[in-house]
């Protein structure tokens, strides 16, 4: 085999004949991942992510291929890291990276004939045969040419030299020193690249984090004897911060901290009629003291805003901020900008309803008739609370608003702010919440909740891990002051726990809600949101006093944050694999870091057991694929339990016990010795 | 809700926030179908074929879309069908359209916000409940505006009539001459459509057809006394062309016709010597009576290839060529253009290989060394043959070939000659299979022949009706002279039945090698082609005594061939649908074409049950959706087998009786009374 001149995919050569534009190099390169759907945005990763970069890659004939994947980093460097087939017969290539580097990374596949490694295999089995061994041993030594290099000129001639035997001269052809030296100084044909990619890869928190909500106004709030309530402060919150991080969270995010306001303001349990001391739902925001780049007087003023905000960074915690877009009737838009709602005939504005329901304390944005000067008024407010520090928002009901204005407020916003974080609070089809992701979206609410039973969840965790990972990336929330799902109402304290473990070990990013420490489960009537929902009202908590009792779930979810801090497995959302139980509600899965990832050098495993059913005991067989830890099939190791700290040696197929009035959950860490698998280089390629 | 300004995708209007670029339109419209992965190439169709058209397309909030493809044909009138949601809730939307004319059609989705049925929805509900009835008419009047349309006006003026009641003014908006009015003056705004999208249509028969393949040299050759043989020649292998014709077919393919070479020439059953009278294997072309553009001498000259041509023309076949870029060592190009091939160190050629094995009959061509000759070179041969009145190449394994060479070699010639078809006859990985027909390739082998149980039947069905089909145009070939299956080797007659029925039926292009239709089944020991294989001596068979004799199965190929001419449905791919059985032999399908799509206006519908196990006698009941056949769950209707002429009443649940030793397969066409379908216009959109 000669070598070929490397032929780029431009058929520039074949003018005047290639009138005809050629869609495929010469090796053809396809279905590239990380892509989003259509390749439309560019796929989204964060610091610390290992991604897998796959490509089908393959070529006419028998001979073999090179395929690497090309990486230019933000800042300039670029690296070539070699791929392998993740299965004989395939054709379809991959390789783990992991993102060390924040911005926007290009990349792309780059293929190439592998002519030596085709002539080896060709000449292993003809010497074998003693079939045209001296051709066999030129056409060798015609592939290394005249290289300068000593270990591949040293080759050359020994497959040359008619002294040696021909398995010596053979022999020689397989040295390592040679594999070495072909590793930089490759002898390849065909080189064919991809089209460039585009990787976007966010600060870690846009992905991994352990988020806490809850109302200000609340924390501190006190009842005089009257029952009327003397609302809490941003000083008074702060008081709460050190309790919040002691648990382990890393955002905090408030609800709209705007005035709130007083037309058709609703009342307790959503009721439409509001006492004149009832103080509203934070969602409908705007009122005589300003809309959405004001705060709400009775949470005090900037300076108060501005000491919480320090309370928290003292605490470790980030504030994420509520960005909900839409008014109340009292919003100083309704009056300065009534192009920005939809006006009714009679020259009214169009409240949110829902024939026949009517949400009269809000009014929806209409965004079409003067998009630029809502989207200028928009990007000034987002402006204005970055300028005060808040670099998270949680965007209230996005798939109300139309998909463009996301894409072009977060790539906006992303440009001058590449910090900034959005969370997208919608739930509706698939294909809005994809969009949003897809569009910009750091974070996205998801179905979690409503996700309990075995079945369920193994299809959920294989959704959130799978291509949608590309740019989906899932908060878990536990509950929402808009969520308490039955699993919660009626599965007593074990269904606190076992929700709170499935989403701290899942996914990177999850989230709890005020009150779920507390088990409170107590639900409005014919609802799916707690009783005397916070939203329409103070809720005195006393966090002290609950503390001291010993009835507090805080410990449980500190310890849950303490194994996220500790396994950096965690960190990782397409890690996840899922395995067996005999028991149908005997959920298995795992998470697995490799050593050439973790901070230590050794691989991070994790085994989750959870029994979904919080009204049982379950004796059952869990069944593990060990290749999905590094291991092998029949390996014994030895598990620490990370709730309890128990440990044990377990294997293949193993017995558990999981008491759902005790321990509902087992999470067991691999007491790895040495990292089983193959260790790249950690974060480099070659040059 | 106002009548909005349409507003086009591109965020003009933003100058200067809008810096950075859109992806995505004010309605998103997303994931467009046909397409092929990747939008890599054009998606392919032809003549008639019937294409569903989709794309997701959704919105914020709650109002309703109206949603059209809108098709330019190749001549220039552009057509606009609306489309409906393929289920509730899925943002999935859909129309039919049969292709009508060949060549280039470009298309796109346009999507727009419906105000009317939206506001017509809030209505309806805002009515019964006596709620905001002045404003909700005055809203409905001010969405149909100072319209000249007299329909449009009348309502208007009608919803603004105090002296009519509330439910009256209502009725008017729901008549049926103001629906007719708007779909041509239609209350929309947000108007967004998608990029343009391209779509080949081929004529006919790149995809319908029933194929015949014969040696012409063994069409009229005879033995001398001495065994001695004297070949056949196009004007004798005419003489079997109205037999093939009488059969049916529709295309008769050829194996190479050149020159063949002398060196290293094959002998009987592959054997690696021939004695001086063997004719040698077609595929080894080239010697000193020419190459890829001269005839075999013994076949005859150009004058008897025209006659032959003419004769099948006449007889309504159209010939197929094979294209098989290899050489003999004896080819001109050897030593005219050695570029052309593999030199090894010593000067030689190299010759085909897979080490050990060696084809020294063969020398692969060299496709790098000299890519702008050996293009033109190939592109002169087939432009040759195109000249001599061939336009359909069976290209003899592409996948041994650079993709990108076909690609440009298909675009160049389809370019210059539309009608021309190429087929590959690939069988290897996935991707090289797929992205062959989607560089180009109008009709590719596939592995039919290794699909035999119900199971994998079932399972390719799936695969080649699929998305697929927007580019792979499968041609169901029964045998080659290269394959001839354990299934029909042991299967006995009951075998060549049951395939002939399945690739007659459920593909549009199907094909038979001559000597099926002889059920000859014995194979060289240990191969998977026929004993004393044709591709290397003459094979005499004595049609007109065969005929007599009434052991063959042309009268039955006869009849699966008119079946095919007499249901359009059968020329569709995409209209296949699975059904079930209680046995796991019996397999049932369907294929169904709206009447709105066939040349009677009526309604085409086939079930096909076949015994797959041809040793068997199988009894058992099978069960229709029938919506797939346009009937209703539960209907009875009449059924007419198809091979037999019986006629009887089949509803959703039906026993059937298949001897394999007798008839294996019902071809059950549906008595249709009326079209049950709802009848969209034949070939008509809205202008």
Redesign the interface.
Known sequence: ??T??A?R?E?A??SP????P?????I?I??LAPQQ?????PAASYLGEVVPFEA?V?????GLLRVEVVMTSPSGTTSRYPMRLVGS???RWRRDVQLTEQGAWRWHIRAAGDDWASWLH?AD??IE?G?DVE?VF??G??LLGHSKVKAIAETRAALLDVQLTAAARLARAHDPRLAAALATHPVE??VTESPRQLLRVERARAAVGSWYEFFPRSEGAKQAKDGSWISGTFRTAARRLPGVAAMGFDVLYLPPIHPIGQTFRKGPNNSTVAGPDDPGSPWAIGGADGGHDALHPELGGFADFSYFLGQAAANGLEVAIDLALQCSPDHPWVTEHPEWF?????GSI?YAE???KKYQDIY?INF??D??GL??EV?RIVEFWIAKGISIFRVDNP??????FW??LI??VN?RHPDVVFLAEAFT????MQ?LAG?GFQQSYSYFTWRNTKLELEEFFTEISGRSADYFHPNLFVNTPDILTEFLQFGGPAAYKIRAALAATASPSWGVYAGYELFEHVARPGSEENIDNEKYEFKKRDWAAIAKSGTSLAPYLTRLNRIRAEHPALAQLRNLSLHWSDDDSILVFGKHLDGAFTPSGMADSLIIVVNVDPHSVRETRVHLDLTAFGLEPGDSYGVTELLTGAEWTWGEHNYVRLDAFTEPVHILAIQHPIPATTRPVRNKGVR
């Open positions: 085999m000669p070929h001149d032929v995919s058929p050569f074949l004949l290639a009138a005809f050629a869609a495929i190099g010469r053809p396809r279905d759907p259509e390749n439309r945005w089908t393959f070529r006419e004939g028998h017969g395939t054709d060709t089995i003809k045969a079939q051709l030129a056409s030594a015609a044909s065909l939809t006006q009714r005939p009679d169009a829902n024939p026949p929806p079409d008739n998009p630029a989207r200028a990007l798939h109300t608003k139309p998909l463009d894409e072009w790539g906006v440009e089809r698939p294909p809005m969009s569009a």
